[in-house]
């Protein structure tokens, strides 16, 4: 069983001295931790955790978009390109919150994956229902077509992306899908998966609706929960240590 995937996703937080106090409290903690991590922070921060993160192996640095563009007259977006000089591993694509405040289509957020993936970047991409969606019994629909975007996009290569599943109406509002709602999408993207790839065990499938210190152990040990895109509990080293730790148990 491949050990489960741990990615905190730092959202528009942070500050030099607070970055490198919680990086080091999590460094500190992770002894003996049995589980793939990495952390997602603010663009400006990129560098600074970079070195902060230089010299272990436990923790993989992660941006938290990725531009649609390979270069050019496109201010204040990012490229896989320059992601890449930074070290950066992975790249969360199509979040909700991008989705939402930034219009970004299925279309959108295929081809950021695509540029994440030609330069060496594996993109965390997320899917995931509205309140109403969900009340509409629109689920399986709306997720099974924002994943059908990637698949048809970058072909042979999903076998290399990360999935994260994150219904919007468990994000930032504090509820959360119960381990059984969580596990019966899991199920669907996974049977998803399979049908595009033949390699689709290397695909992880983090669950990604507030997940916490209180709630992970009994997310995680659902047959297809890979792990969890973490964003509050992240930036609290004892929750992200504790989310850390019950992924070490179950993997």
Not at 130 to 140: H, K
Request: aromatic content about 4%; charged content about 15%.
């Amino acid at each position: 069983m491949k050990p489960k995937f741990i990615a905190g996703n730092w959202k528009m937080n942070g500050s030099l001295a607070a970055n490198a106090s919680l990086l080091q409290a999590v460094l500190d903690g992770s002894k003996g931790m049995n589980c793939q991590v990495a952390v997602c922070v603010p663009s400006a921060y990129l560098a600074q955790v970079q070195a902060l993160l230089a010299g272990q192996s436990l923790i993989a640095l992660g941006s938290q978009d990725v531009s649609a563009q390979e270069v050019g007259a496109f201010t204040g977006e990012i490229s896989a390109g320059m992601l890449k000089d930074f070290a950066v591993r992975f790249a969360i694509v199509g979040h909700s919150e991008r989705r939402q405040y930034h219009a970004e289509s299925d279309a959108v957020v295929a081809l950021k994956a695509q540029r994440a993936l030609s330069s060496g970047i594996t993109p965390i991409v997320c899917v995931g229902e509205t309140l109403a969606e969900r009340q509409a019994g629109q689920t399986e629909e709306v997720v099974r077509r924002q994943l059908a975007a990637i698949i048809h996009t970058n072909g042979h290569c999903i076998s290399e992306i990360v999935v994260a599943y994150e219904p919007v109406w468990a994000i930032g509002t504090g509820l959360t899908a119960t381990p059984e709602q969580a596990q019966e999408v899991h199920a669907v993207l996974r049977a998803q998966l399979k049908a595009a790839t033949s390699h689709s065990n290397r695909i992880s499938i983090l669950y990604g609706g507030s997940m916490n210190a209180a709630n992970a152990a009994q997310l995680l040990a659902q047959a297809d929960i890979d792990g969890g895109l973490i964003g509050g509990a992240a930036l609290k080293a004892a929750d992200f240590l504790a989310i850390m730790a019950a992924g070490s148990k179950t993997a």
